[in-house]
């Protein structure tokens, strides 16, 4: 059973810098689309960006674009999402799944960015963006 597992939370200030990492125990992630999610408390789970299986597409969210960047190490069966210029609207608990038959491409938020794409999910990590 492939479980992800997500590291690299933390706090940061407004307009620093953090990178996510994904793995995975057991399973390698090659293969697979990953996703990521975030959520805050009441809200719904909504994607932010996701990458390929070979690592030649990706697509992030609007809210995003330009200051995130995912990407894979294959040989390391690790995808890491690099937060950039974070803004205190980014504290949420960030998520990463995995998903084979997941479409991540870019040209629209539709693409790999939605929950039912997914099938295996890791149990977060936080981001507090503040000062």
């Known amino acids: 059973q492939l479980q992800p597992v997500e590291s690299g939370g933390g706090l940061v200030q407004p307009g620093g810098s953090l990178r996510l990492s994904?793995?995975?125990?057991g399973i390698t992630l090659d293969?697979?689309?990953i996703g990521w999610f975030r959520q805050a408390s009441g809200k719904e789970r909504e994607g932010v960006s996701c990458i390929s299986s070979s690592g030649g597409n990706t697509n992030y969210a609007d809210s995003v674009k330009?200051?995130?960047t995912v990407s894979r190490d294959n040989a390391k069966s690790t995808v890491y999402l690099q937060m950039?210029?974070?803004k205190p609207e980014d504290t949420d608990v960030y998520?990463?799944?995995a998903g084979s038959l997941a479409d991540c491409k870019s040209g629209s938020s539709?693409?790999?960015l939605r929950r039912l794409?997914?099938?295996y999910w890791g149990q977060g990590?936080?981001?507090t963006v503040s000062s």
């Open 95 to 97: 998520y990463c799944a």
């Open 31 to 33: 293969g697979y689309t």
């Open 66 to 68: 330009g200051r995130f």
């Open 84 to 86: 950039n210029n974070l």
């Open 125 to 127: 990590t936080q981001v």
């Open 110 to 112: 539709y693409y790999g």
């Open 117 to 119: 794409e997914y099938n």
């Open 22 to 25: 994904c793995a995975a125990s």
